[in-house]
């Protein structure tokens, strides 16, 4: 079985460093898509194992996508990643007080990622 992730980072550069990364653990797969509208249109379309998210993006931001996707029965207990350049301790604060399982400021090492992707997926 794969474990499904999607990616919502609208930075081209940004996205495809987070999939890239996320797709070199085996048994992974990534959807990346580039805004919080396209997250929503994509999430009744798969059934996502991980969900990682900037915050400041166009139409939907990271913070109002989490808002949405955890009231969404279907996806209430889905670990949810935030990884922004945003890296005052309120902008941390109010991810996780929103569901955030994870907060990482970008430029964040793919190791430390790599890491908490098999941790919350519970991979070796």
Do not use: C
């Amino acid at each position: 079985m794969k474990f499904k992730v999607l990616i919502v980072e609208d930075s081209k550069a940004s996205r495809e460093l987070i999939a890239a990364t996320v797709e070199s653990i085996s048994g992974l797969e990534a959807f990346a898509t580039s805004s919080g509208f396209e997250a929503l249109k994509l999430l009744p379309r798969h059934r996502f194992d991980l969900i990682i998210t900037d915050i400041n993006m166009p139409d939907i931001n990271g913070l109002e996508l989490i808002n949405f996707v955890k009231k969404n029965p279907n996806y209430r207990d889905t670990p949810l990643f935030i990884v922004t350049t945003e890296g005052r301790e309120k902008d941390r604060d109010r991810g996780l007080a929103l569901g955030a399982a994870e907060y990482l400021v970008k430029p964040f090492s793919p190791d430390s990622l790599q890491g908490l992707v098999r941790r919350y997926l519970k991979l070796a």
